[in-house]
């Protein structure tokens, strides 16, 4: 028996040992386990908070969209259209150009019409910048009349209106070649030197042909001053007319050719090309616009030439018309500044000396005081009459 309850005991000491070792261990891993957390949570006994994902490894919770934002149309100008522009035409002509008028009325009312009058009517035509020849014809035609009828035949101001009226030559064409031709549109050359403010009138022009419901493309060929195309690209903008332009100083030519492209690929009604206003040597200005109108007739033809002239300029703008008429094949005048000056007999001069319309007057610095030219209402103006 002594043998048996010694091995019971052995065996239940070994088992004591064993627990005993196991309990140990146990509690070793757990005060270890706890010092690692410890040391990572930063603090003992503490429980850190989940760590929060960084940028690069962090979904996102929410999805944004990008925001569509609406392009901001500017809101486009109605222009007027061509009646409102004459009664403007009448108003501001009539507050300028009186002045001829009421002087030839005054002198021609004389009781006693003698050689010393019909100089001082001579010399106030002449002040008007009518111009020698057709000064002389009037006084002519104003001395038969006079002679032949008196004024109880007809009252002074109806034969002066009468002269005057057939002097500015009502009969002349003065519409615009601004429809298509053969399916391409119409192409319209603007020519004269800077300072008459032809790069204003081409988008004053293109207001005019807005308001007639016609599609419009402008050409900034004027590629040598620094401002034009910009000035006519804000003009452009404003009726919602596109222009055509190129890098400053590049050729103008190229220009013109790709605004008449331009025109062709949108079917568009008018062309209108602004040039270079420098009054040069008369061979260079010749090679530019001869070669401008050259390579624009390759894509559309040139259905108008229209020169631009300062109506306040007198003998000066004369001589301008002379050279760009021998060097481009002008069909129309744009008078500007007609309103500013006194001097309207210009309007007789240029249509002499060139042989070629005024077509449309410029009334003033307003987006549209251009209007078609009424011999009619120019000659009322002069003279004081409601018309």
Do not use: H
Request: aromatic fraction near 2%; hydrophobic fraction near 40%; proline fraction near 5%.
């Amino acid at each position: 028996m002594t043998g048996v309850g010694d091995y019971l005991y052995l065996i239940i000491a070994i088992a004591v040992v064993l627990v005993g070792l196991v309990a140990g261990l146990v509690s070793t891993g757990v005060r270890r386990g706890r010092e690692r957390f410890d040391r990572s949570s930063g603090g003992a006994g503490t429980i850190a908070p989940p760590r929060e994902p960084q940028v690069e490894d962090r979904a996102p919770t929410t999805t944004v969209e990008p925001e569509l934002v609406e392009p901001v149309t500017p809101t486009l100008e109605r222009p007027e259209g061509t009646a409102s522009r004459l009664v403007r035409l009448r108003q501001r002509l009539s507050r300028s150009q009186g002045t001829l008028g009421r002087g030839l009325l005054a002198l021609l009312s004389r009781e006693r019409l003698d050689e010393d009058t019909w100089e001082e009517i001579e010399d106030t035509l002449l002040t008007a910048d009518i111009g020698v020849g057709p000064t002389q014809e009037l006084v002519e035609r104003l001395r038969t009349r006079m002679r032949v009828e008196g004024a109880a035949a007809a009252p002074v101001s109806q034969i002066l209106r009468e002269e005057l009226l057939t002097l500015v030559d009502p009969t002349l064409d003065r519409s615009l070649a601004v429809q298509r031709v053969d399916g391409r549109p119409a192409i319209v050359l603007m020519v004269g030197v800077n300072g008459t403010g032809k790069t204003t009138t081409v988008g004053k022009l293109a207001r005019v042909l807005v308001a007639e419901d016609k599609q419009v493309v402008l050409g900034a060929a004027d590629t040598f001053r620094a401002a034009a195309a910009e000035q006519l690209s804000t003009w452009g903008e404003r009726v919602g007319v596109e222009t055509v332009r190129g890098p400053e100083g590049s050729d103008p030519a190229s220009v013109a050719f790709e605004a008449a492209r331009a025109g062709m690929e949108q079917e568009a009604d008018v062309v209108v090309i602004d040039t270079a206003g420098r009054l040069q040597n008369k061979a260079g200005l010749m090679d530019e616009l001869g070669k401008v109108k050259r390579v624009v007739e390759k894509q559309a033809p040139v259905t108008e030439v229209l020169l631009v002239l300062d109506a306040t300029t007198g003998q000066n703008g004369m001589i301008q018309a002379r050279v760009f008429s021998e060097v481009v094949n002008v069909t129309g005048i744009v008078l500007t500044k007609l309103d500013g000056s006194a001097k309207g007999g210009i309007v007789v001069a240029v249509q002499r000396e060139l042989k070629v319309p005024v077509k449309l007057v410029g009334l003033g610095e307003g987006a549209d005081d251009l209007a078609p030219f009424d011999p009619e209402a120019f000659v009322d103006a002069l003279i004081g009459a409601d018309g």
